[in-house]
């Protein structure tokens, strides 16, 4: 099991570019999250899929769009990235299970010029 | 809105003692977690508290959660080097939207 994988596990942008991060998982989790960590901010939430077909909002999603693409797979687009989106992203995931913990991707550092 | 805090956010102890990290949340949850990130990297689950009065203890680490007062604990005991890292609580927003709000984080170094 390859657990929570990410792509790219770096990038750099201009202000305006748009991308797509992707974010996989072989757990046949239920349930995954896009967190983005800022240094002193902790993790933060920006939108989260509770079950294939559905995605909702989380603390932080102006200026993010998602797509469940199935149940393995779930992306996070910036249309027009801003430098005030530079930060580690964060994929995770839920078996929705009893217990719940999340099992986390190593993340995507992204930098915004 | 559910907010979660920690305290300290900074801690740097030496080798051998012992600290606890507090983490308060807002409203009622009665699932509360605790991960581990070091620098550079990603989380990992430490434990899952899953109740009132649970209690969990791996190592040199033992998480408590106080559902009435809304507090969970970590307790390191005999520090190692090895624990620095930082450690987050997080909290299920809501029973069954696996909606999760996390702490700020507690930075710990501990200096041989």
Redesign the interface.
């Known amino acids: 099991n390859a657990g929570v994988t990410q792509t790219p596990k770096f990038q750099v942008l201009k202000t305006g570019q748009s991308m797509t991060l992707q974010c996989a998982q072989d757990m046949n989790h239920n349930?995954m999250?896009w967190?983005r960590q800022d240094p002193?901010?902790?993790?933060?939430?920006i939108y989260?899929s509770?079950s294939e077909g559905t995605t909702?909002k989380?603390?932080v999603p102006n200026g993010y769009n998602v797509s469940r693409l199935n149940k393995r797979e779930f992306s996070l687009r910036l249309e027009s990235a801003a430098p005030s989106q530079t930060s580690v992203y964060?994929c995770?995931s839920?078996l929705?299970s009893?217990?719940?913990?999340?099992?986390?991707?190593?993340?995507t550092r992204l930098t915004v010029l | 809105e559910l907010k979660v805090e920690q305290n300290p956010l900074f801690l740097s102890m030496q080798e051998g003692k012992n600290y606890t990290i507090y983490c308060n949340y807002s409203t009622t949850s009665d699932r509360l977690y605790w991960y581990r990130q070091d620098p550079g990297k990603s989380l990992e689950s430490l434990f899952v508290l899953l109740s009132n009065g649970a209690v969990k203890q791996e190592g040199r680490l033992m998480a408590s959660l106080d559902t009435k007062a809304r507090l969970s604990t970590l307790h390191i005991t005999a520090a190692v080097h090895d624990l620095s890292a930082t450690y987050f609580c997080a909290v299920d927003a809501s029973s069954g939207t696996y909606k999760y709000i996390f702490g700020t984080g507690t930075r710990l170094k501990v200096l041989a």
């Open positions: 349930s999250y967190y002193g901010m902790g993790l933060r939430l989260y509770a909702d989380g603390e964060f995770a839920v929705g009893f217990y719940n913990e999340q099992f986390f991707g190593p993340g």
